[in-house]
């Protein structure tokens, strides 16, 4: 075995020890929102009129706001795995902006777990900035594996360039979202839900556009 092959097969080796180090520490992340839940153990919600239904209700904002973080890092687990899919190793710098994503996640759940009524404006700033953050170091590491010849050898440029498309959504609605925190807790939340809708209309109709020049030039 050549020292070449040998890279190539302790690059493949690091990747799913990379892919499995994420894992864990996603779930590590779900188990800390977890905690969060309203609490039973002084078992007052015996005297409310619903009982454990009633506890929910009256905590029903600070569980949406839970519900969404969990989402979002739900969507940023998966656009971890969008990015790490299509890749047939890793090397050293590309595993520490993949780590360096992870931390900008971390930073999020911060600021989602310690503020979660938003009484203060740096908490939906900050989960914003960090999720943004998070997801263009995702992609600038996409870019160096496909620069740097990570990528499946099967993967044609056309395939590539989708992943780097798909994956723009993700950190563009959090960024973009950063400015309803400043209109107000009821923008910013509905953001997260109306932004990613627009900017995948916007995209659909971009494609639709470059589908009919390429046919029109034939």
Same mark, same amino acid.
């Given at each position: 075995?050549?020292?070449?092959?040998?890279?190539?097969?302790?690059?493949?080796?690091?990747?799913?020890?990379?892919?499995?180090?994420?894992?864990?520490?996603?779930?590590?992340?779900?188990?800390?929102?977890?905690?969060?839940?309203?609490?039973?153990?002084?078992?007052?919600?015996?005297?409310?009129?619903?009982?454990?239904?009633?506890?929910?209700?009256?905590?029903?904002?600070?569980?949406?706001?839970?519900?969404?973080?969990?989402?979002?890092?739900?969507?940023?687990?998966?656009?971890?795995?969008?990015?790490?899919?299509?890749?047939?190793?890793?090397?050293?710098?590309?595993?520490?902006?993949?780590?360096?994503?992870?931390?900008?996640?971390?930073?999020?759940?911060?600021?989602?777990?310690?503020?979660?009524?938003?009484?203060?404006?740096?908490?939906?700033?900050?989960?914003?900035?960090?999720?943004?953050?998070?997801?263009?170091?995702?992609?600038?590491?996409?870019?160096?594996?496909?620069?740097?010849?990570?990528? #499946?050898?099967?993967?044609?440029?056309?395939?590539?360039?989708?992943?780097?498309?798909?994956?723009?959504?993700?950190?563009?609605?959090?960024?973009?979202?950063?400015?309803?925190?400043?209109?107000?807790?009821?923008?910013?939340?509905?953001?997260?839900?109306?932004?990613?809708?627009?900017?995948?209309?916007?995209?659909? #109709?971009?494609?639709?556009?470059?589908? #009919?020049?390429?046919?029109?030039?034939?």
């Amino acid at each position: 075995m050549t020292e070449e092959d040998a890279n190539v097969v302790a690059g493949r080796r690091q990747l799913r020890r990379l892919e499995t180090f994420l894992d864990v520490a996603y779930a590590v992340l779900f188990v800390d929102f977890i905690m969060y839940l309203p609490h039973t153990e002084d078992m007052g919600w015996e005297d409310l009129p619903y009982g454990l239904l009633s506890l929910l209700i009256d905590n029903s904002v600070d569980l949406l706001r839970l519900i969404i973080a969990v989402g979002l890092t739900l969507i940023s687990w998966n656009l971890t795995h969008k990015l790490l899919g299509p890749l047939d190793r890793t090397n050293p710098r590309h595993t520490l902006l993949a780590l360096l994503q992870l931390i900008f996640v971390c930073l999020f759940l911060f600021f989602a777990i310690a503020d979660p009524e938003l009484a203060s404006l740096s908490s939906p700033v900050g989960q914003c900035l960090s999720l943004a953050l998070s997801g263009f170091i995702g992609i600038a590491g996409w870019s160096y594996a496909r620069k740097n010849g990570l990528t #499946r050898a099967g993967l044609s440029e056309t395939d590539k360039d989708e992943v780097l498309r798909s994956a723009i959504i993700e950190p563009m609605t959090a960024l973009l979202n950063t400015g309803f925190a400043f209109v107000g807790p009821g923008a910013w939340t509905a953001g997260w839900f109306g932004i990613p809708i627009v900017l995948v209309s916007a995209r659909k #109709r971009v494609e639709q556009r470059r589908q #009919r020049a390429t046919v029109g030039g034939r």
